[in-house]
Nanobody, 125 residues
């Protein structure tokens, strides 16, 4: 099992910045990908940003150019720097990690998704 602990949410005015952190712990699984998704009431959870252990990043269209995801692989921690925040960025932000569990010495593995408990981000004046 992988446990994810998120921090950094809160209330900020439009145009402001926030930095979210997500730390993974508790398993010998290799964390291959970490990222952030967000959800508002009545809507599906949507991609914000992901980053692989190799450094490949992906962003949702609505946050490109404003948000930056980074990782500290040694600490199994991901960060989301959010700049130029807008009221429509208001949501619960969830951290997701993909843990790779090797099942035999030949290298067969199973990837499992793990989710954090979510942190509220509110953009309002």
């Amino acid at each position: 099992q992988v446990q994810l602990v998120e921090s950094g949410g809160g209330l900020v005015q439009p145009g402001g910045s926030l930095r979210l952190s997500c730390a993974a712990s508790g398993s010998t699984a290799k964390i291959t990908s970490m990222g952030w998704y967000r959800q508002t009431p009545g809507k599906e959870r949507e991609l914000v940003a992901t980053a692989t252990s190799g450094g490949t990043t992906t962003y949702g269209d609505s946050v490109k150019g404003r948000f930056t995801i980074s990782r500290d692989n040694a600490k199994n921690t991901a960060y989301l720097q959010m700049n130029s925040l807008k009221p429509e960025d208001t949501a619960v932000y969830y951290c997701k990690a993909v843990g790779r569990h090797y099942v035999n010495v030949e290298g067969a593995y199973v990837d499992r998704d793990y989710w954090g408990q979510g942190t509220q981000v509110t953009i309002s004046s």
